[in-house]
């Protein structure tokens, strides 16, 4: 993105701080009846003042998720705004990127023509339940110099979850933890400080409109287009950051509807405890050398190019058995400053 560009972005983004901000949130439904007015009674417990703008995409869908919808949005009058698009996506479309790409036009549309002009994208999921304060965190972090907000994801505990997974859930949140301290010693970024999580997936990433425009949207993949997007709003300049305040639930569901999903990970976790192994993930030396060579590589190239670089390295070797818990002295040894901008 032009720096010009990027002036008027950073302008409006002070305006809004002070006067508020139009929004939406975007969110792609196929066969999700049951869990669409969990979804929705949420955004409705909001703590954010006003009406708040929903575009929902049904796509694809044969059980009664427009009706269910039609009959919330009935009791919601008064709070929920809901816009829906019922259709029918053609076989090269019919997957979560195209899905998720026509909720974020249709939000993209409702924010441009809203008083006040541009506005802020806020993506999330049917079988998400995000707390009270999910909207005004996301907008916040965007009024105070963001444009692009990733949210934590939690595993819903108003839902059954076997309490193996969970023990191996929380055992992963400690070992990205761990990789998160790593990280931030080795390439620091200014403008997403620790404490911060590592989640931008489409549970929970708030994006400025405009600058959602410039990169084109969402890309129309079958998987994967969530972080697809954000990372071509860090290429072409967007600040990613990741606040422990913006945090959604997600369903422990093992049966979901997008290739390549969350419900694919529950999945794959829920074999893992079934079959009594441990998983086995990259080495915490793995992910200091990672680190630095983003760093080293951003110094001499830019941020775009380093990303592009970066898509083309091979997978990181699985090769350390997930601890129970990161041994502190493994990753105090590998806290280390980082070096000396150049």
Known sequence: MASTGRGQ?????RARAVTGVPFCVCVPARNESQRL??????????????????????NNSDDDSVAVVEQVARHHAERL???VDACT?????????GARGRAMEMGYSHVSSAVGGNGVLI???ADCRP???WIAANLAAIGAGADIVGGQIMLDDAEPIHPAIARMRDRFDRYWAAVRVIEDASDPSPHDPPPRHGDHTGASIAIDAALYRAIGGVPPIASGEDRSMVINAVAAGGRLVHP???WTRVSARTEGRAAGGMAIAMAELAETVDRGIDPYVPAFEHWRARALWRRATRTAYGVAEMLAREADLPPMPADMSLPACPPEHDVSRLRVAAPAAS
């Open 9 to 13: 972005i950073r302008t409006a983004q």
């Open 37 to 58: 007015p969990v979804l929705l009674d949420a955004l409705a417990a909001q703590t954010i003042a006003g009406r708040i703008p929903v575009a929902l995409c049904v």
């Open 81 to 83: 705004v809901i816009l």
């Open 89 to 97: 996506l053609p076989p090269p479309l019919a997957h979560a990127g």
């Open 123 to 125: 993506s999330t999921d």
């Open 131 to 133: 707390p009270a304060e």
């Open 244 to 246: 422990p305040s913006v």
